[in-house]
């Protein structure tokens, strides 16, 4: 069975991106990236990775795109079909990276010991 590659998903000027693809590189991972601002947000996969760990996980609170966000539009964000929408339209409010491991794992954020861990299940 031919494995699937491992995609990294996210913002190339993303400091956790930034030292995810670095860690990668660094342990000699060989990885797809898919940056958010090129070529947008897959809604087939979004719909996957909300349903693996769910639109409170993916939902990026602390970043600047969504502080700039008004009241109205955050606290309109109640569920999968909300958050869906505001991430299609705002990239920038996923947490980032999104990474799809060869396994069918699927992480959020940077967390070196999940990064060790996902590499040693291969």
């Known amino acids: 069975m031919n494995t699937p590659p491992l995609t990294v998903y996210g913002i190339p000027n993303c400091n ?4 995810a693809r670095a860690w990668l590189t660094e342990h000699g991972v060989s990885y ?8 947008g947000v897959p809604a087939d ?4 990775w909300l349903a693996a760990v769910g639109w ?3 939902l990026n609170r602390q970043g600047t795109t969504w502080r700039k966000l008004d009241e109205a539009t955050r606290l309109a964000v109640m ?11 705002h990239p ?3 947490k980032r990276p999104v990474v ?3 396994q069918g794992v699927i992480s ?3 967390d070196v010991e999940v990064f060790a861990q996902q590499l040693a299940n291969e």
């Open 16 to 19: 956790s991106v930034k030292k």
């Open 32 to 39: 797809a990236f898919h940056d958010f601002k090129k070529q």
């Open 45 to 48: 996969l979004l719909a996957r």
């Open 56 to 58: 409170e996980k993916l």
């Open 79 to 89: 569920n999968d079909a909300t958050a869906t929408a505001l991430m299609l339209t």
């Open 92 to 94: 920038s409010v996923i």
């Open 100 to 102: 799809m491991w060869p």
């Open 108 to 110: 959020v954020g940077f």
